[in-house]
């Protein structure tokens, strides 16, 4: 794996391991990497009103906007996971997560994510939500 995706995933894998997930069991990991070079993790936080769970990247973009203002994008997300046995698998941002992200995000805004078989997908956010709400 080319180095900067490898300390990427290394920081997802661990903030993944702060998740409150009691309910779910899958711990999922995000690191936001601005286009200024600033980076800002978060995890899911479940609660037992299940409508209320907070999912990981959403999280870390409330982390980058709480410390930066909202003038800022991002040039990169690496999300990481482990299910209830510990295990990585696929898995790609929900719907919600990808219309937040297309907030912060430029034409080039690329996301990381793993597949299935241990590889790791990267594409963009564009690609992820075409044609997102953006009328205003
Ligand atoms: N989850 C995320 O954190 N990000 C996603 O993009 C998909 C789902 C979390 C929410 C919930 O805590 C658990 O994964 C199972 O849905």
Sequence with gaps: MEPNLRMLKDKA???AKNAH???SG???GAVIVTTEGQQFNGCNVENISSGLTVCAERNAVG????ELGPDFKI?????SNFNSEGVTIHCSPCGA????LAEFSTSDTKVHYH???GN???TTVKDLLPDGFDNY
Excluded: H, L, W
Aim: charged letters at 20%; a neutral charge; aromatic letters at 10%.
């Design 13 to 15: 894998d661990a903030v």
């Design 21 to 23: 997930a009691p309910y």
């Design 26 to 28: 899958f711990s999922v």
């Design 63 to 66: 982390k980058a906007v709480s």
């Design 75 to 79: 040039k990169e997300i690496f999300v």
């Design 97 to 100: 997560c990808r219309q937040v």
């Design 115 to 117: 597949g299935d078989n």
């Design 120 to 122: 790791i997908i990267t």
